[in-house]
């Protein structure tokens, strides 16, 4: 497995924003679909966004006009701008690489095969 690291997650009071990282060696972003996943306690993992490996995005409602998912090829970095964050997106997020290369917009879960090992987020009230 190749290594996702997250990083800056923390918490956050309503209307804040956090700007989510995703780092890995020896996996090319260019060229593959990113994806970024949450889990709140006692829920499934579900999607949040994904952005194809030509650059197209996708949005789950929830955060469509709120969340901004953008690959940085040149760092191989992918992140997730959070901005007017809510009670509601408090969750464990996670960010993950697709399974093929070239693909495009991925929501499933089995769509991606490599994950890391997520950042807490929580935003108070």
């Known amino acids: 497995q190749v290594p996702l690291v997250e990083s800056g997650g923390g918490l956050v009071q309503a209307g804040g924003s956090l700007k989510l990282s995703c780092a890995a060696s020896?996996?090319?972003?260019?060229?593959?679909?990113m994806g970024w996943f949450r889990q709140a306690p006692g829920k499934e993992r579900e999607f949040v966004a994904t952005a194809s490996w030509n650059g197209d995005t996708s949005y789950t409602s929830s955060v469509k006009g709120r969340f901004t998912i953008s690959k940085d090829s040149a760092k191989n970095t992918v992140y997730l701008q959070m901005n007017r964050l809510s009670p509601e997106d408090t969750a464990v997020y996670y960010c993950?690489?697709?399974?093929?290369?070239?693909?495009?917009?991925?929501?499933?879960?089995?769509?991606?095969?490599?994950w890391g090992q997520g950042t807490q987020v929580t935003v108070s009230s």
């Open positions: 993950a690489a697709a399974r093929f290369l070239r693909g495009g917009i991925l929501t499933t879960l089995n769509d991606y095969n490599y």
């Open positions: 020896g996996l090319s972003f260019s060229s593959r679909a």
